[in-house]
Each structure stands twice: as C-alpha cells, then as structure tokens.
C-alpha cells in the first residue's frame, strides 16, 4: 500500500496539529484554477494528511518590497497569516518584483523587505518557526511578455532569494525542476499542460507539481527521507493530456486529486 507520513515540525507539541501559511502571490492564491481545492496549498494539504492544517494566504500581484503596488506586507493576508501563527511558513514571493531589482539599491530593498515579512512570523506563540522559500521561481514562458527580461534576472533572483533564506535559516524549494524537468513540459503554453495560456500561472497539474516539491523540502528540512512514496506520485504522468489523476492513498478524503479543466 502507500505510506502516510507522521510528521511533527520541530515547534510543534506533540499531538499538535502542525499549521502550515502559505503565503505569497497569484501562484499561491490560484489565479485562474476552477476552485480552491487545486491550489498548490490544498494539494500540499491532501500530501501531508490530518497531521497538518495548510491554510492559503496568497494575494495576486503581492510584491515582496514595501516600495511597490501591493507590498505583502501591507495585505490583510499577512496580518491573517501572522495571527495563524504558523509552525511552518511557505513563500513563493518574488516574480512580481522583477522590474524592481534591476539596480543594488532595489535588490537590497528586497532582500531587506522580504526578509522582514518573515520576520514577522515570530512574533505569536511560535517564535521561532520552520521557513521554506522558493529560491527557484517557477517558469515564465511564451507567449508571456517578459520571458526575455525574467530569464535574464534569473542569477540575480538566484542571488536574493538565496540571501533571504540565509538571512531567516528557510529552505530553498526549487520550484522550477519540476516544471521543465517533466516530459510535458514545453516553451509555450499553447502546447504545455502545466501553464495557463497566459505563461505565467500554472494550471491545476502544475500546482500539484509546485505541492509535491514543496512537500519534498519540508520532508527533508524535518529529517524525514523521501521515500518510494514520493517517488511514486512524482513518476506518475500526466495522461491525455491535461488530465491528471494521483492516488496517495487512504490519509485523503478524497484519493484522486481534481482534474484540470483549463
């Protein structure tokens, strides 16, 4: 049969159901997906069991810097967040700064801010929890408008998210791998079932990729081997197309995952 992981984050008292925030922009909040059920956060949900609470604090068009339309930190999900007191927080932040780290004074402002926004998270009754970022955004492609100029920031978005997570001890999650490592994968999302048409947001299959990775990290941030289990749902193809089907077994409501329908 398939496994089910007991998993208990380090600031968690046993017994306690482990509250994981995910917090970030549009690939967080499921701009353009069907429903809320196939965010990458409830996915993340239905892989780690009932031993966990996922909640989804994502905003579209949330920035990480303060000097910015609609900085995280100033939404009513980072203060909803931050009252969750998460044991774990999760972040995808990052791509809708890009046309704000083209100088050093702009990358130190994100570097700065962002590391403030997690910052934040230890001010409730968990003062010191688990951090996860992705360090390696998810892809931009065709027809999206800014392929050439997000490919060209990419040692540079490599440079600042890495010193954010150096700065609050988070693990990386690279959120890329997964996308242009998996045999569907193309440039364009005319012919890719991971991505929305728009290029940048990915559909219901691509969140769960983007749920599988980021389960991955916290696994291994938490000392737990990834095992055939994970294995098995990372091996399992999309079929037909946009159809996409995983059985993880009896800790689900729900064993199969929702389809996508884009």
Request: net charge negative.
């Amino acid at each position: 049969g398939w496994g089910v992981f007991t998993l208990v984050a380090s600031s968690a008292t046993a017994g306690e159901v482990t509250r994981v925030a995910a917090i970030g922009d549009s690939n967080t909040a499921g701009l353009g997906i069907p429903s809320a059920q196939n965010t990458y956060p409830e996915h993340l949900q239905s892989l780690l069991g009932p031993a966990f609470d996922v909640r989804n604090f994502g905003l579209s068009g949330a920035r990480a810097t303060d000097a910015s339309p609609n900085p995280y930190s100033a939404t009513a999900q980072h203060t909803n967040a931050i009252a969750y007191d998460p044991h774990v927080v999760v972040s995808n932040l990052g791509i809708n700064d890009f046309n704000l780290i083209g100088s050093g004074a702009g990358q130190t402002a994100f570097v700065a801010d962002y590391t403030d926004i997690l910052d934040d998270y230890q001010s409730g009754v968990v003062t010191s929890p688990s951090y996860l970022i992705q360090t390696v955004l998810p892809p931009v492609i065709a027809p999206h408008g800014q392929v050439a100029t997000i490919a060209a920031l990419q040692p540079t978005y490599d440079t600042i998210l890495g010193q954010v997570a150096a700065n609050v001890g988070a693990a990386g999650i690279d959120a890329q791998t997964p996308f242009t490592s998996h045999p569907d994968y193309t440039t364009n999302a005319a012919t890719n079932p991971l991505m929305q048409g728009d290029g940048l947001h990915p559909t219901t299959a691509g969140h769960l990729l983007t749920a599988i990775a980021t389960r991955d990290a916290l696994l291994a941030q938490q000392g737990v081997a990834v095992t055939a289990f994970t294995q098995n749902v990372n091996n399992r193809a999309l079929s037909e197309g946009q159809s996409f089907t995983v059985n993880v077994g009896s800790h689900l409501d729900d064993a199969d995952l929702p389809q996508d329908v884009e």
